[in-house]
């Protein structure tokens, strides 16, 4: 009898773990959703790692405007990229606030994008450790979970530069 009842809290143990496993991602998408919506820059960081974010965008900016030099055949539009790669900071940051992460996947400018559109925020598992979110208009935009310990944080800002 003894035996039997600790088969079964250890069933309903395992079980409550797997349920929050899949459901963590969840839980952090609702409270990214609520952090960008009270303007909340403290509840920010505890779902946004900023500085590696920070950091990945600038390569993807980076590697863009290089790809964008190299195509270019007149030195002079060569020359107005390269004084465009100084702006690349200027664009991080205003993605990177609550304006600009809600206007992810919207097509709009950050400020032009009214906070609460990130009500319309859908997440994708990308496998066990990784999750996207992404708004219900543009399923290509969006931010990269991953399970840090038992949370989950974005880790990267995906949008397509062509």
Request: aromatic letters at 8%; zero cysteines.
């Amino acid at each position: 009898m003894r035996h039997r009842f600790l088969v079964g809290v250890l069933a309903l143990g395992l079980l409550a773990l797997a349920g929050y496993g899949f459901l963590a991602p969840f839980l952090t998408l609702r409270g990214l959703a609520a952090a960008v919506e009270r303007k909340e820059a403290q509840a920010l960081e505890r779902y946004v790692d900023f500085p590696r974010v920070r950091e990945a965008l600038k390569a993807d900016l980076s590697a863009s405007l290089m790809k964008e030099m190299q195509k270019e055949q007149d030195p002079f539009a060569a020359l107005g990229l390269l004084f465009t790669a100084g702006m690349v900071n200027v664009l991080v940051d205003a993605l990177l606030t609550p304006e600009g992460l809600a206007s992810l996947g919207t097509g709009k400018e950050p400020g032009q994008v009214p906070l609460e559109e990130v009500r319309n925020w859908r997440l994708r598992y990308l496998g066990l450790s990784r999750a996207f979110i992404y708004h219900k208009d543009d399923p290509r935009s969006g931010l990269v979970l991953e399970r840090q310990g038992l949370r989950w944080r974005v880790v990267r800002l995906q949008m397509p530069l062509d």
